[in-house]
């Protein structure tokens, strides 16, 4: 599997020579193997798709993790939407496929956007994902998790010929702060060690690992328990709970330049280097590929 990583921001996008490194884009990642792709989150990264969009196959897939704007906020701008000859599926945490239709179709109201999904002229459908669902699309085989955040929000992992990606942003540590869980997991009791444990086992086999990077913990400590995300501290110690080999930083504050980004980069390689802890980090860079 080759992952291109199109959008590495959270929140909203950060422009200017300080971001040109990291890019400045919001949450979208392509995931290729051979001519099949799938693509993960609608950020403003997705536009960037669009002139060298991938002519070997004009069907696909998107799998939304959920509908905070830094998540859909590139789906109006993603011109093979705009192209009849395109298919697209588009999966999202929802309990029905015209509630996921009317979230995204909710940023293209007329007071927002002259457009709307009805004049999208490519072949465009909406369907429901949510834990514990399996879907099999031509070589890749996905399914979800629910994770810590203020809406309902799923980490998605995708397996094809046998590697596997998790991709989960926007998650908070449920010790810190316990957002409010979809029903099907009421049977945790709100145990936040029962609830840590299902994500690390969910985790747990895959090669490679997709994580929130929003804070330092400073920053986290200050002011920013509640908001959904993690410090690289915590998602350090969620990636060598999980016996993850491989593990990128993703989701970068819309505030951090890219020296503030490669001095973090540095500090966190030398405290795993130093600790000897058996977990390589790397930080989301734009237009990088990574192969799985
Ligand atoms: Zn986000
Ligand atoms: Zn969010």
Redo the contacts with the bound molecule.
Sequence with gaps: MRIRILGTR??IQASGSNYDKYGGDT?CFHISDGDNYIILDGGSGLRKLSPSMVASDKESIILLTHF?M??IIGIPFFTPFFNKDYKFVVYGPKDTPDEVYNSVNGILHKDYFPINIENFQSDISFNTFIEGQKLSYKSFNIEAIWVNHSSNTLAYKVESNGKKIVYM??HEPYKDFLHPVPPSLSKYNNDTNLLYDRIVDFIKGSDFLIIDGEYTIEEYRSKRVGWGHSSYNSSLKLGLDSGIKQMMFH?HSQFRTDIQLDILDKKITSYIEYNKLPINVIFSKVNHYIDI
């Design positions: 959270g929140g949450s905070h830094d998540h942003t926007d989701h």
